[in-house]
């Protein structure tokens, strides 16, 4: 057992690495939502801007804020677990939510003008990637936050909840550059090879979008950066243990 010690320090590192992720995702946010108004109209519901509501959800939703939620274990360090996992849930939620409005605008935009829907690569990689998501959601609720599971159920899920968290926003990366390729080919088809200023803004999107995954996934990666366990938490996770299986607190 470790002796009392205060609260580990923050590594001296990562809140510049925390800093750049902010900046990197607030400008892809920002940058998609430009590329928008300036070259695709802006956006609208009942319109043929519908299309536009699209990439814009989709990248607040599942590239930043996804992001900022498998941060938070790294950000607030020394804030109560519980707090800290209802945070985590409810940026994941948000997420969800501004995916799924993503999801239905271009549904609806493809059947009011009789597009086909789910034919190219990026469409079933979005539907996977969404299903994913939501599943991913739903099972981490239901070990993390709610009450019923057990102690050893909770620590032999655990590895696979943060893999399949870092996988899925992985993905979701891969299949927004995948999606941006797509917008450019339609609209600008032969021109994009003539370095369209529409064409060099989203490729610079498309950089930005890789930095901001790498930097979450590097940040995520630090194993010394992880958020260490306070004195009162391990007591509370050796009391529920003991409440769910009988066993003795002994060493984990």
């Not at 990562?14 to 995702?25: C, D, E, I, R």
């Not at 607030?76 to 707090?83: P, V």
């Not at 945070?87 to 597009?115: E, Q």
Request: charged fraction near 15%; hydrophobic fraction near 50%.
């Amino acid at each position: 057992m470790e002796s009392s010690a205060g609260p580990a320090p923050t590594p001296r590192a990562l809140p510049y690495y925390v800093a750049l992720s902010q900046l990197l995702g607030l400008t892809v946010v920002a940058m998609t939502g430009a590329w928008l108004g300036l070259y695709r109209g802006g956006i609208a519901w009942e319109s043929a801007l519908q299309f536009n509501v699209h990439p814009l959800c989709m990248v607040i939703g599942l590239i930043f804020l996804q992001g900022d939620a498998l941060l938070v274990y790294r950000v607030f360090r020394k804030e109560a677990k519980r707090t800290t996992k209802i945070l985590h849930g409810l940026l994941h939620v948000f997420a969800v939510v501004i995916a799924l409005v993503g999801l239905v605008a271009v549904f609806d935009y493809h059947k009011k003008k009789g597009y086909a829907d789910l034919y190219s690569l990026h469409s079933w990689c979005g539907v996977l990637v969404f299903a994913l998501y939501f599943v991913q959601w739903l099972v981490g609720f239901s070990f993390f936050l709610f009450p019923g599971a057990s102690f050893s159920l909770r620590s032999r899920y655990r590895p696979q909840h943060i893999f399949f968290g870092a996988a899925i926003f992985l993905l979701s990366v891969g299949t927004a550059l995948l999606g941006l390729k797509e917008a450019l080919l339609f609209k600008l088809g032969a021109k994009y090879s003539e370095s369209e200023p529409e064409g060099i803004l989203a490729n610079v999107l498309g950089l930005l979008l890789v930095c901001f995954g790498a930097t979450v996934l590097y940040i995520l990666a630090q194993a010394d950066w992880k958020r260490p366990p306070q004195a009162e938490e391990q007591a509370l996770s050796m009391d529920f243990k003991t409440l769910t299986e009988g066993d003795s607190p002994g060493s984990q």
